[in-house]
């Protein structure tokens, strides 16, 4: 069964940097999918930032390009997300997931149990 | 706002049938990329609902089913229960923003 588990500070300065990992137990990440991160700030929807497939290529949403990075860390079947310069707008429960990618569509079937960061000073 | 509009809100009585719609543009739904449903319980993390359109993944209940048609799509949710009360996004492409997008979300009361 395939399980993933977000972990990180809980809460972050205003103008620093968010780090957070993803550990995936059950499957390989270097093996197949896409590996991705989405948020969902306090009572609102949810918005994709950004995905890293199983080769290594990154995909962002253009808004948080910029300021974001997603890498893996294959010898302990992790990936991790960066986000610099966070306002009070990045607070957020951020979720890790996995996606099945084809062609024309891009769906998550496992995700993680989410982790809220608050940005504060 | 979201690039997929879904009603805020939908409520329906045991065992009435409800649908939840998400309509989309030429840059998604209309550009051919499937559309996905999640259903998120309170405080949990979403969990996939329909795939591909119209798939539901194994263990998901023949009372949820997905369509789609043109720009738009909806889930049919039939024989309505106490347990389905949850928010619900939709989930497609966009190919003007190039990215992964959702709706607003629709939450279901049930009566």
């Known amino acids: 069964q395939v399980q993933l588990q977000e972990s990180g500070p809980g809460l972050v300065k205003p103008s620093e940097t968010l780090s957070l990992t993803c550990t995936v137990s059950?499957?390989?990440?270097?093996?197949?999918?896409?590996w991705g991160w989405i948020r969902q700030p306090p009572g609102k929807g949810l918005e994709w930032i950004g995905s890293?497939?199983?080769?290594?290529?990154?995909y962002y949403i253009p808004s948080l390009k910029s300021r974001v990075t997603i890498s893996g860390v294959t010898s302990k079947n992790q990936f991790s997300l960066k986000l610099s310069s966070v306002t009070a707008a990045d607070t957020a429960v951020y979720y890790c997931?996995?996606?099945?990618?084809?062609?024309?569509?891009?769906?998550?079937?496992?995700w993680g149990q989410g982790t809220l960061v608050t940005v504060s000073s | 706002q979201a690039v997929l509009t879904q009603p805020p809100s939908v409520s329906g009585a045991p065992g009435q049938r409800v649908t939840i719609s998400c309509a989309g543009s030429?840059?998604?739904?209309?550009?051919?990329?499937?559309i996905h449903w999640y259903l998120q319980l309170p405080g949990t993390a979403p969990k996939l609902l329909i795939y591909?359109?119209?798939n539901r993944p194994s263990g998901v209940p023949d009372r949820f089913s997905g369509s789609k048609s043109g720009t738009s799509a909806s889930l049919a949710i039939t024989g309505l229960q106490a347990e389905d009360e949850a928010d619900y996004y939709c989930?497609?492409?966009?190919?003007?923003?190039?990215?992964?997008?959702f709706g607003g979300g629709t939450k279901l009361t049930v009566l």
């Open positions: 997931a996995r996606a099945d990618c084809s062609t024309t569509t891009c769906y998550n079937d496992y």
């Open positions: 059950g499957y390989s990440i270097t093996s197949g999918y896409y």
């Open positions: 890293l497939s199983h080769s290594g290529t990154t």
């Open positions: 030429s840059s998604n739904i209309g550009a051919g990329y499937d």
């Open positions: 591909g359109n119209t």
């Open positions: 989930q497609s492409y966009d190919n003007s923003l190039s990215a992964w997008v």
